[in-house]
């Protein structure tokens, strides 16, 4: 069992930059893939990136790609998400989230385990 919780989201000039952090609580964090969502009013929850189990492994979806970048330091059971070069419609409430296995997956219905979200808006 893994409990997450999201922190570090806010308000943002578009060209900003946000930190957001995933604090996992449980056993064998460092088993586990860590995955980031988000969710845009009346939009479905879209991938952003995933990072293995061990960090050496990072995914990202193309809208994000070169912009954002995924980390984790399993000593203090966090992962982080740093998103650069903010646009406003990267506006959305962001979820991390985490699955067994070594393979990172792109579909929410793949991750057993979800915070509670945090809010990113991007102003223009």
């Known amino acids: 069992q893994v409990q997450l919780v999201e922190s570090g989201g806010g308000l943002v000039q578009a060209g900003g930059s946000l930190r957001l952090s995933c604090e996992a609580s449980?056993?064998?964090?460092?088993?586990?893939?860590l995955g980031w969502f988000r969710q845009a009013p009346g939009k479905e929850r879209e991938f952003v990136g995933a990072?293995?189990?061990?960090?050496?492994?990072?995914a990202y979806a193309d809208s994000v790609k070169g912009r954002f970048t995924i980390s984790r330091n399993n000593a203090k059971n966090t992962v982080y998400l740093q998103m650069n070069s903010l646009k406003p419609e990267d506006t959305a409430v962001y979820y991390c989230?985490?699955?067994?296995?070594?393979?990172?997956?792109?579909?929410?219905?793949?991750?057993?385990?979800w915070g509670q979200g945090t809010q990113v808006t991007v102003s223009s």
């Open positions: 989230a985490a699955r067994e296995g070594t393979y990172y997956r792109t579909r929410p219905y793949e991750y057993n385990y």
């Open positions: 990072i293995n189990w061990s960090g050496s492994n990072t």
């Open positions: 449980g056993r064998t964090f460092s088993s586990y893939v």
